[in-house]
Nanobody, 120 residues
Framework: QVQFVESGGDLVQPGGSLRLSCVTS????????MGWYRQAPGKQTELVAT???????HHTDSVKGRFTISRDNAKNTVFLQMNSLKPEDTAVYYC??????????????WGQGTQVTVSS
């Protein structure tokens, strides 16, 4: 059974930091590219960051310099370090695993999501 379990979402003040984690099971983690999407209320799902199985990373422009995706293949876990958080970062964040060809990412497996709320 494939499982992606996110954690780390919380209510945080603007300018604060959070670290999201996603522990996976049931897949050969090191063979998959991993990514984080987010969905804000009333908005479309947005791809935030991806990391290839080699460790090549990509972040969407709105989070560059503030968010960092990373992975620990020994622990089957992908992380999203989020610094300098803004109210517009408020969303449900989903981790996923899939295929990355060039800059085109196609997720196959999804977690259940974790809520991040940035508000004073």
């Amino acid at each position: 059974q494939v499982q992606f379990v996110e954690s780390g979402g919380d209510l945080v003040q603007p300018g604060g930091s959070l670290r999201l984690s996603c522990v996976t099971s049931g897949i050969i983690f090191s063979a998959y590219a991993m990514g984080w999407y987010r969905q804000a209320p009333g908005k479309q799902t947005e791809l935030v960051a991806t990391i290839s199985h080699f460790g090549t990373i990509h972040h969407t422009d709105s989070v560059k310099g503030r968010f960092t995706i990373s992975r620990d293949n020994a622990k089957n876990t992908v992380f999203l370090q989020m610094n300098s958080l803004k109210p517009e970062d408020t969303a449900v964040y989903y981790c996923n695993g899939g295929r990355l060809i060039g800059t085109s990412y196609s997720p196959t497996y999804w977690g259940q999501g974790t809520q991040v709320t940035v508000s004073s």
